[in-house]
Nanobody, 131 residues
Framework: QVPLVESGGGLVQAGGSLRLSCAAS????????MGWFRQAPGKEREFVATSSWSGNWIFYTDSVKGRFTISRDNAKNTVYLQMNSLKPEDTAVYYCAAAPPRPSTWWSSGRYYYSAEYGYWGQGTQVTVSS
């Protein structure tokens, strides 16, 4: 059973918005670090955003800062990615990921950036931005 299920992807015109959701099933992820990654055709999977369970640690890749917002509802075991001012280069499959509770050094050292640090993954949702 896939523990994380993404939804909310689709086709949108440049400048538009989408909100992705990631619901955890089978176990509680309320204390886990939750992140979003994306993979465009022919490219490596890349970091997009991440949040600690408390929201005290939140990071974004430079290309989405000011446009994307990660948030979470721990009571619902759900994490969101609000994407505004979308660009064609945002087109990719977006994946939700979870990592067990991490110490502050994990965050301060930048280890959140690497996909190998996350042990749980969803199946992905396609986001296509047309020009």
């Amino acid at each position: 059973q896939v523990p994380l299920v993404e939804s909310g992807g689709g086709l949108v015109q440049a400048g538009g918005s989408l909100r992705l959701s990631c619901a955890a099933s089978g176990r509680t992820f309320s204390s886990y670090a939750m992140g979003w990654f994306r993979q465009a055709p022919g490219k490596e999977r890349e970091f997009v955003a991440t949040s600690s369970w408390s929201g005290n640690w939140i990071f974004y890749t430079d290309s989405v800062k000011g446009r994307f917002t990660i948030s979470r509802d721990n009571a619902k075991n759900t994490v969101y990615l609000q994407m505004n001012s979308l660009k064609p280069e945002d087109t990719a499959v977006y994946y939700c990921a979870a990592a067990p509770p991490r110490p502050s050094t994990w965050w301060s050292s930048g280890r959140y950036y690497y996909s190998a640090e996350y042990g749980y993954w969803g199946q992905g949702t396609q986001v296509t931005v047309s020009s």
